[in-house]
């Protein structure tokens, strides 16, 4: 495929800084997309309202935060529209569209939406903002036409319910407005948290933020899950599953210092100790330019209000020639 | 209350011409209202929309019926503010936010909701845009700050749920920028359709239209039910029930001539054919003028859809206005 061709859209919830499971898993690769494609970096406000609802403020706060985040890690708005998604009411327009093409008991069975209802304990107080905020994404993806989506793999059914949007849509219509998403899943495996579990996450408070300083790293790192069974210098330790390692291997440039090291920790001889103190090296060495830029950023909020507000009306625009589109197949036109 | 201060929101779904048990149900009671009271009446396109997914021209044709009906009663664009659902996209957007304010059980449980499902035989298959229309209508009343909506008693449920989501809503941002609304029952009974069924309904094939000719009304009331046990003139026959007197009753300016009808029809002696002539001439006298002002409007539907357009622009302002501040109550403001 011609890559001028296609348009990625992504984004996140501004419900928190972004942390080093962000930038493995999603900023890393919208900094290389931005030179190949057409990118929508979307801060999904409303989205993040579904599950805040009691909170908008936080949700509001974080916009920035976020924002400095991209900024810092290289998206840059030179090349990625940044688009805040409440303030383009088409997206509202075109969910109210596609609710009536996608039925209750489908939404009901989608399986992201299902286990998060599970993980939540909402049980039989889901809202309805939650229930079908996969058909409201559907609507971010279409309104600008993407066809490219990175996702996780559990991701994956909110593809499939957009790109059943967009075949009922078309099909009814008669005309090719929608276009349909290819899921992109990511080669990455998920950057476990610093205690070792599945994934870093600001709710499992076992994050290592973007936004860290140096000290917090550093006492981070320290309490890093290694091998529960490395006890002494002395004993052999366990690579496989050693966050400490896993890090390494994902941020140390050096590689083959990272395999001495891990031949070494495997005989014995090596402290969890030493290991650490080259992964906080590692790690801060890797977040000083970062937070560096951040830093910079920080310090002019209005101007990264700007730079969001003005990839926001581009985006508007390209979302209402959508919407008109859709008019027009439906021949819903009053003039 | 001081009138001037009442704001009422009401319309219809554009599904089809309006009839008999329109004029007498609501559209009467509008020319009345539009002089006490600040009053909109919105052409529902998008709430057809729900019931009429494959068929969206057929809601679209009817847009420009259902003015010509508004206006040939004598609903006056003066007095009254027209306005087309669909282009005021403040109620997608509100709609968004107040779905995180209402449970998917609580829209389940909506019996007003519930009935239609189960008379429209949906089951499994009912779409999200369906369960969630209560919603959106709350979205349509309180986009204009509406505190007073005209209501069947069945209707009563969804009028309900929106003081429901206007309680959740400045409860949780602690601003009174939602306005909760009075259901206004009518006290007219429902007008029963030609088969004296309960209820007047175009899909029921029962109706008289506003647009009907003399020669349709004719027609039409010849069919109509009466008293299946009255055979023979001289028989006596039952007025209650009757769906001929039921009409006279409400169309009939001569009241004392009714009575002394239902006199003669109660002991015996008149017949069925006579009646209906009657009510045939009191139907073409009341629809006459009706018709002949809504021959004038349907001859330039470009001024009609000019008078829905200008009333949907000051709709529209009127919305904005309410989103502004619902987002300034929410503080999901940026600049």
Chains 1, 2 share one sequence.
Do not use: W
């Not at 309490?223 to 050693?242: A, F, K, L, S, W």
């Amino acid at each position: 495929m011609d890559n001028k061709k296609l348009v990625v859209l992504t984004g996140d919830r501004p419900t928190g800084p972004l942390h080093l499971g962000h930038y493995v898993g999603s900023l890393q690769q919208r900094v290389t997309l931005q030179d190949e494609c057409t990118q929508y970096v979307m801060v999904a406000d409303l989205q993040a309202m579904t599950d805040n609802v009691d909170n908008p403020e936080k949700v509001r706060n974080n916009v920035l935060e976020v924002m400095f985040d991209y900024l810092a890690v290289g998206i840059d708005p030179k090349k990625t529209t940044f688009c805040i998604q409440s303030l383009i009411p088409q997206i509202a327009e075109l969910t109210i569209l596609y609710l009536n093409l996608v039925t209750v008991s489908r939404l009901s069975r989608n399986p992201t939406v299902k286990t998060e209802i599970q993980h939540k304990g909402y049980g039989e107080s889901v809202t309805a903002g939650f229930l079908m905020y996969p058909v409201h994404q559907a609507a971010d993806i279409t309104c600008v036409k993407a066809n490219l989506v990175p996702v996780g793999q559990d991701q994956l059914p909110m593809v499939e319910q957009t790109n059943e949007v967009v075949r009922s849509f078309n099909r009814i219509y008669q005309k090719e407005v929608l276009v349909e998403v290819k899921g992109m899943v990511s080669a990455v495996p998920r950057l476990p948290g610093i205690d070792g579990k599945s994934k870093m996450s600001k709710s499992l408070g076992n994050a290592i933020f973007l936004s860290d300083s140096a000290d917090e790293v550093s006492k981070k790192v320290m309490q890093m899950y290694t091998d529960p069974n490395h006890i002494r210098i002395e004993d052999p330790g366990t690579v496989e599953g050693n966050t400490v390692f896993t890090y390494l291997d994902i941020f140390d440039p050096n590689k083959e210092e990272v395999t001495v090291l891990k031949e070494q920790y495997r005989r014995g001889g090596l402290g969890d100790v030493k290991i650490k103190r080259r992964l906080i090296e590692v790690l801060n060495t890797f977040l000083d330019p970062i937070r560096a830029r951040r830093q910079e950023f920080a310090k002019d909020p209005q101007a990264v209000m700007k730079i969001l507000l003005n990839g926001t009306d581009r985006t508007r625009e390209v979302a209402a020639k959508t919407m008109e589109e859709a008019r027009t197949a439906m021949k819903l036109i009053y003039e």
